[in-house]
């Protein structure tokens, strides 16, 4: 089964055509006399297929499947009632979205027929196939999908600890982080410094911190116009680089400054007591308030069921993002080791639909579906003012490689009312991302 290859920058094609594919299947099936493929049949509703996460790709994988193969038993672990999204928090920070605008309750997929459970897992056994949870409860598994998002690398930039984040926010998972930077930033005097350490790759949503930039810009022009923004940068090239220097220059002028690696921008120190940081020639910047967005790795559940390699990530095949190295295990989203997809939620969607398909058709022991990927990030620069970056990608010999040409990014000098309208798909693609994982 091949998923809409002829349309590459339609990410949900490759869903939908994976669905209808499948459909299609199972009414031949009915037609057939046999109700249900044979090893679904054999396992009858013991099959079980448990999710870690309930974010992007985890609740994805868990409403698909149920879709998909309805006679599966979906059990989803995730610890909050509501997930706040990363996506649109940067909206959030800056005043142009509420709170409860980006979190989503888990009602819909319920209705769905997912068994939800709202614990933390706390350990995996492969061998034996259990999951066991903070609460004591040991969760038996046909099939065991990860997608746990990040984890902050605590330590490997000195003096950034706990603590420190208390300080010093990274606001780089949506939370109690998020509103405390908002706090931070609404109490910052006019006139004052704001400066965000970003670090190197690999880390969650490459242009996030970019559009945090321009959004605290935003917010500090109307605000605190006297202030300064200034960004310290392990890095010499980030996600539409171009087109944020030319927005930040239209729109901010020298109220934000990126500094690159090689101008010394990369902080090797931080001193949350003093809100301070030391970059690694030695050059010291205090700030008002301080964003540090720290060096990162997969959530802490996907090392612990033995997934993750010395990289910090969990190496996977391509054709269906099976663990490299616990069998049985799936890992997606923010936690895997992709290839060139970056950790996005638009692509943590797709991984979803792909996970969901391959558990589905193997289960009922057909050929996994080919599987196909896309991304597209956007990003605001302002209310009215946005760009976007588009990638395709496939599976090849169990690697992830990008498609020839299938990259592209908004164009420069672009006139205003194609920023407006990239504004406008960027808040149509929020609607329709919540609505296809969490919110029907
Ligand atoms: C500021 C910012 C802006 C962003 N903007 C965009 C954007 O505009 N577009 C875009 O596509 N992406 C964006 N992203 C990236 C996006 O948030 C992530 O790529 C996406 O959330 C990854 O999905 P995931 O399923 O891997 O992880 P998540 O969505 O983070 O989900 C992980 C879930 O796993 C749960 N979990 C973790 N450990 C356990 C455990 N042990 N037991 C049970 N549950 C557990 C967590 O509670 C969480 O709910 C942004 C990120 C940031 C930080």
Known sequence: MSAAPGRPKQACTVGASVSAAL?????????????????????????????????????????????WAPQLEVVLVEPAETFVTCPFSNHYLAGLRSWNSIGHGYDGLRAAGVRVVHARAEDV?????????????????????????????????????RAAAERAPHAWKAGAQTRLLRRQLQAMPDGGRFVMVIPDNP??????????????????????????LLLL?????????????????ALYGDMLEWVSLAQDGQVVRVDARMLEVETAFGERHRADVLNVI???????????????????WAPVRGED???????GVHVLGDAAQAGPIPKSGFAANNQGKVVAAAIAAELSGQDPPEAWFANTCYSLLAPGYGISVVGVYRAHEGRLIDLPHSVGVSPLDAPAVQRAAEARQGADWYAAISADIWDR
């Open 203 to 228: 880390f969650r949503c490459p242009p996030g911190p970019y559009e945090r930039a321009s959004l605290v810009a935003h917010y500090l022009k109307h605000h605190k116009p006297r202030s300064k």
């Open 23 to 67: 459909q299609r299947r199972q009414i031949l099936l009915g037609a057939a006399g046999l109700a249900a493929p044979a090893i679904v049949r054999a396992q009858g509703a013991s099959a079980r297929v448990v999710v870690v996460g309930g974010g992007f790709g985890g609740a994805t994988v868990a409403r698909y499947l149920r879709t």
């Open 294 to 312: 720290p060096p990162q790795k997969a959530g802490l559940i996907a090392e612990r069921a033995g997934a993750i390699d010395a990289s910090g």
């Open 125 to 161: 056994d492969g061998a034996r196939r259990t999951l066991r949870l903070d609460s004591g409860q040991l969760l038996r598994w046909d099939r065991l999908v990860l997608s746990p998002g990040v984890d902050v690398r605590w330590g490997a930039l000195e003096g950034y600890d």
């Open 321 to 327: 993002l099976a663990s490299q190295r616990v069998a």
């Open 233 to 249: 940068d392990a890095k010499n090239n980030f996600s539409k680089k171009e087109l944020f220097l030319q927005g930040w220059k």
